[in-house]
């Protein structure tokens, strides 16, 4: 994809493990000051507290009247899913208007980041039913959701590293019925920080 926007290597941070709504809010503020040309692209990368986002729709998926974690009603794209420990969020910060990239184009890319990564790791993955995210044939190992405001996309995706499958056997993930898969699921997974780092750097070389 030739990306006419692209000045260099986008600003890659790791947050570590933070709560949700922080995150969320430091997202808008990026996305709003690039909007006005106020501040750089970046791909932020972190790992949550347990938490059950939905998306601006606020379709609600749990399996029970109680969720073992708090839900939050947040303004991406997307259906409810889990965020938490064991899981790597990927929140790139870009100006698609500036750079050329449609909506389409721009989920087409986060998605072939993730299979890259996996690639590298000797994990096969891909598409699955036209639906967005990433799968394995065991099952779902990404999810993804994202919003566009003043031509900046902002939220991500989540990827499962080493997840306790409790936290989505309260709900029905993204609205699909499906198996979720995690990471350690096929390999003993590096440590977050050195995997959210492939991954940045996956997606950097896309845009």
């Avoid at 006419?4 to 709003?32: D, F, I, M, T």
């Avoid at 009247?65 to 938490?84: C, I, K, Q």
């Avoid at 990564?117 to 065991?138: A, I, N, Y």
């Avoid at 994202?146 to 936290?167: E, P, S």
Wanted: glycine share 10%; with cysteine; hydrophobic share 40%.
């Amino acid at each position: 994809m030739t990306a006419p926007y692209k000045h260099g290597s986008l600003e890659q941070r790791w947050l570590g493990r933070q709560a949700y709504e922080p995150v969320w809010a430091l997202l808008q503020k990026r996305a709003n000051a690039i909007a006005c040309d106020n501040s750089c692209e970046v791909i932020f990368s972190c790992e949550h507290d347990p938490v059950y986002t939905t998306g601006k729709r606020g379709v609600d998926n749990r399996s029970g009247a109680e969720l073992p974690a708090p839900v939050v009603y947040s303004d991406r794209g997307g259906e409810m899913t889990f965020h938490g420990p064991g899981q790597i969020m990927l929140y790139p910060v870009i100006h698609l208007r500036k750079r050329g990239v449609g909506v389409k184009q721009y989920v087409h890319v986060l998605e072939q980041s993730c299979i890259d990564m996996l690639k590298e790791l000797g994990v096969d993955s891909g598409r699955h039913c036209g639906f967005p995210g990433v799968w394995t044939e065991q099952g779902k190992i990404a999810a993804l959701g994202i919003r566009i405001t003043h031509g900046v996309a902002y939220h991500g995706m989540a990827l499962n590293v080493n997840v306790d499958t409790k936290w989505f056997a309260a709900i029905n993930p993204c609205g699909l019925q499906t198996g979720v898969v995690s990471l350690s699921d096929f390999i003993k997974p590096p440590l977050l920080p050195e995997l959210a780092g492939c991954w940045q750097h996956c997606l950097n070389d896309l845009l």
